[in-house]
């Protein structure tokens, strides 16, 4: 597929296209649930013992970072978590060895 504007191949759009799914009938919406192969359904049975858990609170801090760090982690939505996430990783990587 061409796009007329710049001649060039179009990429499909990542992300969750909202307009169609909102368009979507219950049908068409319950056909889909029966072709996926990873959709199960839950009984009574399945949560019963289901518990709420929540994640552990973060904690604010105040720590001084490189100005193009930064910059280049807050183009993307949710650039704390993925930096928490990092920062965690790095953690786990080298829980094991002594500390200094």
Request: net charge negative; charged share 25%; hydrophobic share 40%.
């Amino acid at each position: 597929m061409k796009d007329a504007s710049t001649g060039n191949a179009s990429m499909p759009k990542a992300g969750t296209d909202w307009d169609a799914l909102r368009h979507l009938s219950d049908a068409d919406i319950h056909a889909s649930i029966a072709a996926d192969p990873d959709a199960h359904a839950t009984d009574d049975a399945f949560w019963q013992g289901a518990e709420i858990v929540l994640p552990p609170r973060k904690q604010v801090v105040t720590m001084r970072l490189d100005a193009d760090l930064l910059q280049w982690f807050r183009q993307q939505r949710g650039y704390q978590t993925r930096i928490n996430a990092i920062l965690r990783t790095y953690m786990n990587a080298h829980v094991d060895q002594p500390r200094p």
